[in-house]
């Protein structure tokens, strides 16, 4: 009898694990396709302003102004470990280039999030300056929890790409919207599966 219990306490914490990481997981796409839909709206690379649970990003968006890249690694000269952004977006004309990573920690870790995540790209911002001939290259990292928990000056963020301040709160809507859709299913499943 203790050792039923004991396997199904077990099977309880890896199905919650299970869950969390799903979570997490869906949360960084979600806001990735939230931000990298305003930036590409935002620089006229696209002009189907879709609602951001319907619109799947391409690749590489590129005109004569800006090029997006969703998800892909940088080739660069030397060997350089973190060289895969969520998002990189470069402004042609002022020659600028944007780094965005985003990252679902624990609330507590917050602030110690977004430090790790400008750190681990300073390489490769230090070699994409040098090898496209930008005149900066900005690691930008946007942190949000999977409760909705956004940094204390989230539009500084938000400004620096020139998006409105109201997309972390549309991101937080659509993130709790997303948490809760899962956990509804989950909950669906496992009683459905009881019966």
């Not at 219990?5 to 299970?18: P, S």
């Not at 300056?129 to 909705?148: D, E, F, L, Y």
């Not at 790409?161 to 997303?178: D, V, W």
């Amino acid at each position: 009898m203790a050792l039923v219990r004991e396997r199904t306490i077990i099977i309880i914490i890896i199905i919650i694990i299970i869950i969390i990481i799903i979570i997490i997981i869906i949360i960084i796409i979600i806001t990735a396709d939230v931000i990298y839909q305003k930036l590409a709206e935002a620089a006229e690379l696209i002009v189907d302003k879709s609602p951001y649970y319907r619109y799947t990003p391409a690749n590489v968006l590129e005109n004569d102004n800006f090029k997006l890249y969703w998800n892909r690694s940088i080739i660069t000269d030397k060997t350089i470990p973190a060289n895969r952004p969520d998002i990189t977006f470069t402004n042609k004309k002022t020659k600028t280039t944007y780094l965005i990573d985003i990252a679902v920690p624990n609330t507590h870790n917050l602030a110690k999030t977004i430090t790790e995540k400008q750190s681990k790209y300073q390489e490769l911002s230090n070699e994409i300056c040098a090898m496209w001939k930008q005149n900066t290259v900005q690691v930008v990292a946007i942190v949000i929890t999977s409760t909705g928990v956004i940094p204390k000056s989230p539009s500084q963020t938000l400004r620096r790409l020139n998006l409105h301040p109201n997309t972390y709160i549309q991101m937080q809507k659509s993130i709790i919207l997303g948490t809760c859709s899962i956990v509804r299913n989950f909950l669906n499943y496992k009683s459905d599966h009881r019966a």
